[in-house]
């Protein structure tokens, strides 16, 4: 089966950094990226890990452990406008190789002043 | 920059209608893909679409749902008899690699 866990809700201060962590079991690894989603709006891609270790793209990071089955996303310097869910999902290589994404539930941060 | 675009933005329609949702993916891209969210949900894998024809279908994606790319630019999702619970946020995407995903069509069923 697959399933992929992240926190639910986050509150960090305007400035600071914040990790979002994400673990997943999936049948068929393929990649794991990161969304962002503000409320109403369409998932804005952020970031993909398909080897373990450490992505960097200015202010976001995403690191990946393919044997712990875990992820997470390191937002710097918080700011106002990061406030939005951040999703996790892996693309799942299926028997079609299709490469459909599977979303966690999202985790809602919140930045405050 | 490219971008995924969709139509309409909103769509209200009463229980038991067809409705067609739009989708215009990038146009370098070969996998297609249309996703739900229900509100407060998570996002929900429908179905991929490459070399025309489904290549994967979820759960979700019974036989009141078809897709089609009828020309060289447009990947449309059909529901052919609308329920309430088809309410959602109706998301394609499209990829080379990475996924884009368009703003998404707001579908009400009254």
């Known amino acids: 089966g697959q399933n992929i866990d992240q926190p639910t809700e986050m509150t960090a201060t305007e400035g600071a950094i914040v990790q979002i962590n994400c673990t997943y079991q999936?049948?068929?690894?393929?990649?794991l990226f990161w969304y962002q989603q503000h409320a109403g709006e369409a998932p804005t891609f952020l970031s993909y890990?398909?080897?373990?270790g450490l992505e960097e793209k200015g202010r976001f990071s995403s690191f990946l452990s393919r044997s712990k089955g875990y992820s997470y996303l390191l937002l710097k310097e918080l700011q106002m406008k990061d406030s939005a869910s951040y999703l996790c999902?892996?693309?799942?290589?299926?028997?079609?190789?299709?490469?459909?994404?599977?979303f966690g539930q999202g985790t809602t941060l919140q930045v405050k002043p | 920059e490219p971008e995924v675009t969709q139509t309409p933005s909103h769509q209200v329609t009463q229980m038991g209608q067809e409705v067609i949702l739009r989708c215009v993916p990038i146009?370098?891209?070969?996998?297609f893909y249309w996703y739900r969210q229900i509100l407060g949900q998570k996002v929900e894998f429908l179905v991929s679409?490459?070399?025309?024809?489904?290549?994967?279908k979820s759960e979700i994606f019974d036989d009141q749902f078809s897709v089609e790319r009828p020309d060289g630019s447009n990947f449309t999702l059909k529901i052919r008899s609308t329920k309430l619970e088809d309410s959602a946020m109706y998301f394609c995407?499209?990829?080379?690699?990475?996924?884009?995903f368009g703003p998404g069509t707001r579908l009400t069923v009254l």
């Open positions: 995407a499209s990829s080379d690699y990475e996924q884009f």
């Open positions: 999936t049948s068929g690894f393929n990649g």
């Open positions: 890990n398909v080897l373990d």
């Open positions: 999902a892996v693309r799942d290589r299926g028997s079609s190789n299709t490469g459909k994404l599977i």
């Open positions: 146009s370098n891209h070969l996998y």
């Open positions: 679409f490459y070399n025309n024809e489904i290549s994967e």
